[in-house]
């Protein structure tokens, strides 16, 4: 054979195997589509009886975005208010709401600027973030949801940053509220920090190395560095969100996941992992750090005119158990009860959601067989 039959021989079995590894390729996607889109239509069906719906909402001059999932539409229905502030979870969290859609009509909620909420409201980012702001929005959506699932009332579950947010709502308007769960449970974010500072200088005990950190970390200044101390801070002690693993795999939770699309996953993996626009978490970082977050503190006000429920880790040092047992203690309400789950950082919803889960139904079963007089305390 010639050289150039030899030259056509080798180009023509190059292109043979090209073709056959694009095939290949193209068979993988269209498999990993097939596959998505099956999970994404199981996870999309309505229960029968149920509601399964997502929708983007006007609430104070924005548009916001809500899922309600719910296995019985005459069920009470639960607004989740997720932590952060900043921190949306709409990404997976329909795996961990899901498990209490027997006993409610669950609804979760992009927070403005975040979320599925962010990418309508690229007017609204300058728009100065207060209390009044929040409250604002929180009242609008009940307002809205009370019309359009035709309830008189909703429960609230907040977790973190949105514990002292649900605390807020609860005890300023009860009169739209049946009672208010808490989670991760946040008091005062200034005494939060400074018994984390007190936390991590026993833990650290002298260590040299934690010197730099433990500097960054100021109660009145949750500038990126400081956050970012914290975090290290709190994973190399065990008590991060890096040392609890959910109970459901978060990877096929968010390629199943059926209100985003492969867009918003790209968006999401891009913002998390390959950005550097972090101008949100400032602005949010800033917020924390201002007077407008002071306002939403519990401290002194502990007179609820609703039940007042906490779902705590023993071991959580990101929003502080101990002082929200403290508060606990003084609280004033028809009905408390406190639930400690035992070995638990600050992701107790997500990463035990079956044990919480048991906590809910728990909670669900009281308020159904208790009466306004019926007082529960632990």
């Known amino acids: 054979m010639s050289a150039e039959g030899k030259k056509k021989s080798i180009l ?4 043979t195997v090209l073709k056959w590894i694009a095939i290949g390729l193209i068979s993988i996607i269209l498999m990993t589509l097939l596959i998505r889109g099956i999970g994404k239509a199981v996870n999309n069906k309505t229960p029968s009886g149920g509601i399964n719906e997502n929708m983007y909402v006007d609430v104070n001059n924005s548009k916001q975005w809500i ?41 979760s909620w992009d927070q403005r600027d975040v979320g599925l909420s962010a990418k309508k409201n690229e007017g609204q980012k300058d728009v100065p973030y207060t209390k009044e ?11 809205y949801l009370k019309n359009y699932l035709k309830k008189d009332k909703l429960i609230l579950i907040g977790h973190s940053w949105g514990s002292i947010f ?15 769960i808490g989670t991760g449970q946040v008091i005062d974010m200034r ?42 801070l709190l994973e190399k002690y065990g008590y991060g969100a890096g040392s609890e693993n959910p109970d459901y795999n978060l990877y096929s939770a968010l390629f199943f996941n059926p209100y985003y699309s492969l867009s918003d996953i790209y968006k999401l993996i891009k913002k998390m992992f390959f950005s550097s626009d972090n101008s949100d978490s400032i602005k949010y970082n800033d917020f924390i750090s201002s007077t407008e977050f002071d306002k939403f503190s519990l401290l002194n006000r ?10 705590n ?7 502080n158990t101990f002082i929200a047992k403290e508060y606990y203690d003084i609280v004033k309400a028809p009905r408390k009860k406190l639930y400690l789950m035992k070995d638990m950082n ?33």
């Open 313 to 319: 880790g023993d071991h959580d040092y990101q929003a």
């Open 12 to 15: 023509s079995k190059i292109l």
């Open 191 to 232: 005494e939060n920090e400074k018994a984390l500072k007190e936390a991590v200088m026993v833990w650290s005990n002298g260590n040299k190395e934690d010197e730099p950190l433990i500097a960054k970390l100021d109660p009145y200044k949750l500038d990126e560095e400081c956050v970012k101390a914290r975090t290290k």
């Open 67 to 107: 899922s309600i999932y719910g296995k019985d539409k005459n069920n009470p229905v639960i607004l989740y208010l997720h932590g952060g502030p900043g921190g949306a979870t709409s990404y997976v969290d329909y795996k961990f709401l899901r498990k209490w859609s027997d006993i409610y009509t669950v609804v």
């Open 302 to 311: 502990t007179e609820y005119q609703i039940p007042y429920y906490n779902i």
């Open 346 to 378: 600050h992701g107790l919803l997500a990463v035990r959601s079956e044990e919480f889960s048991g906590y809910m139904h728990e909670i669900a079963k009281l308020e159904q067989t208790s009466n306004s007089t019926t007082p529960i305390a632990n």
């Open 166 to 180: 649900g605390a807020n709502l609860a005890l300023e308007h009860p009169e739209l509220y049946q009672y208010f």
């Open 133 to 143: 702001l929040f409250m604002t929005d929180a009242l609008e959506l009940t307002d």
